[in-house]
């Protein structure tokens, strides 16, 4: 199919209509899918028959479409982020069991300057939490976020540092000064502890976990309650968890994540 009048490829206007879907919107008639999509009824109409007849999309007996199997298939067949975690859930299962917090596996979406998480194991103790498995949060205000970016190259930081910040940082009152000393601090103690900035009266930690010549992939990461944090008991945890992760992940070995008894 050619280009729409507006310029817009058949792939990008693909891209639109599965976009339109979320949590909060898991099934949208053909008319609710061009307003969220921003497109023409007729063209969503179009889109979303020919995505359903290919198993992108589903049709449901009210006549809606929900996101079809084919996506998840193709996801969990070849997806290398599908590996990461299944590799991770072991260690992050151990930090769950051992720290009874919410533990996730995050990993860092360098275009939009997000992080996504591939993994989250749920504690009834832990206050609100913003995570969720599949879901965003901005790297810069949350520990896996800043965990990941102390260990990724520098042009990367500065890059982060230098686009516009989200709400969560700005409202923190962190500068960008304060920022760097926080990354650089990461690189000096092999973790990243925050607390109050996405969610107030909670805190996270995050430490990273590497990959085939010392690349950080992603990080583990705990929630809890500020008055229930403990690093001198969850550090080390935590570490050791990133470190069994990034040993079996193929590295061999990272100056990044100090060793602690």
């Known amino acids: 199919m050619a280009n729409s009048p507006s310029g817009e490829s ?95 596996l995050a990993i860092l979406d360098e275009q939009d300057g997000t992080i996504i998480y591939l993994e989250r194991l749920i504690s009834r103790d832990v206050p609100t939490d913003l995570t969720k498995i599949a879901g965003r949060l901005p790297a810069l205000s949350t520990a896996p976020g800043l965990a990941i970016l102390a260990f990724s190259p520098r042009h990367l930081q500065e890059r982060f540092l230098a686009a516009p910040w989200d709400r969560f940082t700005r409202d923190s009152g962190i500068t960008q000064e304060g920022l760097r000393r926080l990354l650089a601090q990461a690189r000096t103690d092999g973790y990243v502890h925050l ?55 193929g590295s061999r070995g990272r100056s990044g994540v100090p060793e602690r008894g």
């Open 10 to 104: 058949l792939i990008q206007r693909l891209v639109r209509v599965l976009h339109a879907f979320d949590a909060e919107h898991p099934e949208l008639t053909a008319t609710e899918l061009a307003d969220r999509a921003g497109l023409s009824s007729s063209t969503a109409h179009r889109l979303a028959g020919d995505m359903a007849e290919e198993g992108l999309l589903r049709r449901t007996p009210g006549g809606g479409f929900r996101i079809g199997l084919v996506l998840w298939e193709l996801g969990q067949r070849s997806s290398t982020y599908q590996e990461f975690g299944q590799a991770a859930l072991p260690f992050t299962e151990a930090v769950h069991v051992t720290q009874r917090q919410n533990t996730s």
């Open 195 to 249: 607390r109050g900035v996405t969610v107030a009266g909670s805190a996270g930690t995050a430490a990273p976990v590497f990959g085939p010549g010392g690349r950080v992939l992603g990080a583990i990461s705990i929630v809890a309650e500020v008055d229930q944090v403990n690093l001198q008991i969850q550090v080390p945890v935590l570490l050791a968890a990133a470190r069994g992760l990034s040993r079996q992940m």
